[in-house]
């Protein structure tokens, strides 16, 4: 069984990524990584270079800055990267995505499981969104909880934007993946960066969904409700990037919730009634 794992670049360093931890949680499971680095302005490339392991493909590509429709820019560089890997399984991750360790034999061992179930298509991880600082992450429908980071590499599957993927059942019609899990989660840390370079990521990306203007971008105006405290342990790779903090992100008592808030926080209240999972799903899971 031959593993690639893969992501896309552009700027990691200037937006504060943490795109080596990202990559290096990873390199012990795979036989390659390939990224897709597109024009850059700072030095992520020699931060790559830095990592100086002979897994490492770095393919340069081009973005379409033309393009403003819902993000598909980002499909288009991740499936780009997709195409160049050669292994069996195909592992994505985002630059602000990491694995803990702990978890790697359980990942490695699913592959194994289902390297020959044609029933299985791709490989499904819990989520666990950071938020505000190490020790808070978010819990609402209005996050994802589980996405797909596994597919085969031999079945048709591309990507409409960054976050999931869509398998080609005939030339006109696609799907989500069929997909097992693996048992083990992804440590998302996107929002654990300081507001500045968030501030500074939707100034250069917001134009790729169509989006003007400057969005505003201030940590605290969020539902208290949904923050909880993590009691876990980080992945090592991770730990040196982290900000130092105490105690659980404190949001903005008074906050005024937005219409999508006041849907999410009645969902909740449904998901703890019920014990139902009303978060959105980009897969069919196998059984």
């Not at 989660?185 to 969904?209: A, C, N, P, T």
């Not at 903090?245 to 008592?253: D, I, L, S, T, Y």
């Amino acid at each position: 069984m031959k593993v690639s794992g893969f992501t896309f670049l552009r700027n990691a360093v200037m937006l504060d990524y943490p795109f080596i931890a990202s990559i290096k949680s990873i390199l012990p499971i795979v036989d390659e990584f390939i990224i897709a680095l597109g024009p850059c302005e700072d030095n992520t490339e020699e931060e790559l270079k830095k990592i100086n392991s002979p897994k490492i493909k770095i393919v340069h590509t081009q973005w379409n800055e033309k393009m403003r429709e819902s993000g598909f820019v980002y499909g288009q560089q991740k499936s780009i990267a997709l195409f160049n890997c050669t292994g069996d399984w195909a592992f994505y991750l985002e630059a602000d995505e990491v694995v803990h360790e702990d978890d790697l034999p359980r990942i490695y061992e699913a592959m194994e499981k289902y390297l020959k179930d044609d029933r299985v298509e791709a490989l499904v991880f819990d989520y666990i969104h950071f938020y505000g600082n190490k020790n808070t992450y978010v819990w609402s429908p209005g996050w994802y909880r589980q996405e797909v980071r596994i597919v085969k590499n031999t079945i048709r599957v591309w990507a409409p934007k960054g976050l999931f993927f869509v398998v080609l059942e005939t030339n006109k019609k696609g799907r989500y993946p069929r997909a097992a899990h693996t048992g083990a989660k992804i440590y998302h840390y996107g929002w654990v960066r300081k507001e500045e370079h968030m501030k500074l990521k939707f100034k250069m990306v917001d134009k790729y969904w169509g989006k003007t203007g400057e969005r505003k971008v201030k940590y605290e105006e969020i539902d208290p409700k949904i923050l909880r405290e993590f009691k876990g342990t980080h992945p090592r790779v991770i730990q040196d990037w982290l900000p130092p903090a105490e105690g659980v992100f404190k949001a903005n008592p008074y906050h005024k919730l937005t219409w999508k808030e006041r849907k999410h926080r009645f969902l909740l209240f449904i998901e703890k009634i019920f014990k139902v999972d009303l978060s959105k799903k980009h897969f069919k899971l196998v059984k």
